[in-house]
């Protein structure tokens, strides 16, 4: 079984954007069992990705294959993937401890605690809304409060 990394670069940051999770994503979706997505803790424009698979090649495959997947998610998704940028690249195959060490891992296993990471982000948020935010989205939904009794007088007069 081969076993390498590289790393995923671009101009823009590349953490705290989602990446990782998409990465685990693609890797599962193409079959990979092994593998590691890792925050570059020196480059915020950097992200480390190993994977396991029968040979360099197939790694090679899906490697640049991730590369497509990922600069086309900010086109097909703008909402959700607006800042992912799209000049995301990949650097050539290294060992997986040259020049720094990386595990490979369970990718189902990394997926669970990965949802747990962007799950406890998510939760963050939503406790960080202030209470006046709150406050202006029930006023803003007061209109609809007639909406029920306006409905049923439609309804008798098209009787």
Do not use: W
């Amino acid at each position: 079984m081969a076993e390498k990394k590289f790393y995923l670069e671009s101009d823009s940051e590349l953490q705290r954007i989602g990446l990782r999770a998409q990465v685990v994503s693609f890797l599962i979706a193409q079959g990979i069992e092994r593998g590691n997505a890792l925050n570059d803790p020196e480059n915020k424009k950097r992200v480390v990705v190993a994977i396991g698979a029968d040979a360099d090649s197939r790694i090679e495959e899906v490697r640049d294959e991730l590369v497509k997947f990922l600069n086309k998610l900010h086109d097909d998704d703008p909402a959700c993937y607006g800042q992912f940028p799209a000049d995301i690249r990949a650097s050539q195959l290294h060992e997986l401890s040259n020049p720094h060490s990386i595990r490979l891992l369970d990718l189902n296993h990394l997926a669970n605690s990965l949802m747990l990471e962007q799950t406890s982000k998510g939760v963050g948020a939503m406790l960080s809304i202030p209470a006046s935010m709150e406050k202006a989205m029930v006023r803003s939904l007061e209109p609809l409060h007639g909406l029920p009794q306006a409905i049923e007088a439609l309804a008798k007069r098209l009787k």
